[in-house]
């Protein structure tokens, strides 16, 4: 199977069967000396980064509406060397995005902190999928995507509303997995929220909310994989 889905298209997903593997990574075996020597350097650059852990696939396909794949825990120091040599390296990385939809049709973004990988980049509050995010072994999309805007922005989506199905978007540097969770307040308000709580962090991951308000409303620093999503949104899709 591999990895065998549409690229570079927003494809429909009404079931998630990704499954997280026992054994290592074939990647992380394979590349033990190059991976310690990269987070020497990348821990030298950065000494706030920490080695926790996260997923990487080994396998992805889309076969009639639904995502299937496998996947192994890996050490964020195996995913920092992967980011390099992504190519032909038989690992590729999906993550999920609670897209965050006003009671306005407004969408609320976040901008990356300074001290973080991803320092200055905009899109919607998530993160690397974790083993914690997995039920018997099956990921469970929805807690990864609560569970990281909570962590990121204080916000709790666990009542909100949600869109019927998933959706995901497949390009070179990863797979978005993505879903519309709408809440009745207004952005602004929302982003009042989100920076109250950014303030009373004592570090805080994110520098604060980004409101999006319409298709051509792209703030400095959207990540590439975005522009599409917000594109969908405001064309009504899904």
Known sequence: ???????????????????????????????????????????????????????????LAYRNSRLIGRCHAVNYSTFMLWRKRRENSGAEHAYAHAMLVAG?????????????????????????????????????????????????????????????????????????IFRRYHVDAPADEIARRISSFVTSETDPEIEGPVIIRHAADLPEGLSPHMKPLVEWHFAGEG
């Open 104 to 176: 306005d049709n407004a969408l609320v973004a976040i901008r990356m902190g300074s001290h973080t990988v991803g320092a200055g980049s905009v899109y919607f509050a998530a993160g690397s999928f974790e083993p914690i995010d997995f039920r018997d072994g099956l990921v469970d999309v929805d807690f990864n995507m609560i569970r990281e805007v909570r962590e990121e922005t204080g916000l709790d989506l666990s009542a909100a509303r949600r869109g019927v199905r998933w959706h995901a978007l497949s390009i070179p540097s990863g797979t978005v």
């Open 1 to 59: 199977m591999s990895f065998d889905l549409p690229r570079n298209v927003i494809l429909p997903v009404d079931a998630i069967d990704v499954r997280l593997d026992p054994g290592p990574h074939p990647f992380a075996r394979d590349n033990a000396e190059a991976i310690a020597e990269n987070w020497q350097q990348e821990t030298a650059a950065n000494p706030a980064l920490f080695d926790g852990t996260v997923v990487l696939l080994s396998q």
